[in-house]
């Protein structure tokens, strides 16, 4: 048998390479991919967990998860959308009129 | 080793290097059809841990319905300067993957306590708790309330989503 430790540390080595996706590119689109990557890296962890413990709230959770990150696409990809329509770029040094 | 075993060390490599090639690809299209390859390898892990609600789930709303809205997205903009995007090197470029180092060496420290008991082998009841039925029985019973505000926010994310493309923005 699998022990846990592997499902978890596939998660963490996904996790972590959305995170430097996320830090390093600066593509608008990439870095929500890389955000989808982590999400769904998370879920491993919730349903890994489920699995082993008997307990069926780990994968309730994740169907929420699913949920949530349906409706992060949708708004996510219409701000890319209204973004490229006014700056001609998704490069996301191009998008600093709130900093200070 | 059994096929299950294998099976899971396949998937899980797939996984991984899938994942390497979103972050490292310089076409958004090239990196958006990687992100599919991990997501079914991710869909077959959750059958290893007999997960078959999740697993579905996973190919019918994150492969299907949110990659091809990304697909559309990435095809719709039509990005052709990507590349002089990628090439120029920053601090961005070195301390990014420096950081996300110091995370996994944090995170695999906190898996370092995950061991022994129950957490060996995966419970007899896994079989039983990952069924469609069984789901939908907690869904409608134990989570009713979460269940019906995940139907809110889907409304309102839809009704945002339609806001912000519209062509005139107000």
């Given amino acids: 048998m699998i022990p846990i430790s592997h499902y978890l540390i596939l998660s963490a080595v996904m996790f972590t390479i959305g995170c430097a996706g996320v830090l390093t590119r600066r593509n608008a689109i990439i870095i929500f991919m890389c955000i989808e990557l982590m999400l769904n890296s998370v879920n491993l962890t919730f349903v890994a967990f489920s699995a082993y413990l008997g307990d069926s709230a780990g994968q309730i959770i994740v169907f929420f998860v699913m949920a949530v990150a349906a409706a992060e696409a949708a708004v996510g990809l219409a701000i890319v959308l209204a973004l490229f329509r006014n700056k001609k770029s998704v490069d996301i040094n191009d998008v600093n009129i709130l900093k200070w | ?170």
Avoid: C
């Fill in chain 2, 1 to 170: 080793m059994t096929f299950e075993t294998i099976l899971f060390y396949v998937l899980a490599l797939a996984g991984i290097v899938s994942a390497l090639l979103v972050i490292t690809r310089r076409n958004p299209m090239h990196a958006a059809l990687f992100l599919i390859v991990n997501f079914v390898a991710l869909a077959g892990i959750y059958l290893t841990l007999h997960a078959q609600f999740v697993a579905i789930t996973q190919v019918l709303v994150y492969a299907g319905a949110i990659m091809v809205l990304v697909l559309f997205v990435i095809m719709l903009l039509n990005l052709q300067n990507e590349q002089d995007l990628f090439e120029k090197r920053s601090w961005r470029s070195y301390s990014g993957p420096i950081l996300s180092l110091l995370l996994l060496a944090l995170l695999l420290r906190t898996v370092a306590f995950v061991s022994g008991g129950s957490f060996d082998r995966i419970s007899p009841e896994s079989e039983r708790i990952g069924t469609v039925a069984n789901i939908g029985q907690q869904l409608f019973t134990a989570f009713v309330f979460p269940f019906e505000m995940a139907s809110l926010l889907l409304l309102a994310a839809m009704v945002g989503a339609v806001i912000l493309a519209k062509k005139r923005f107000p």
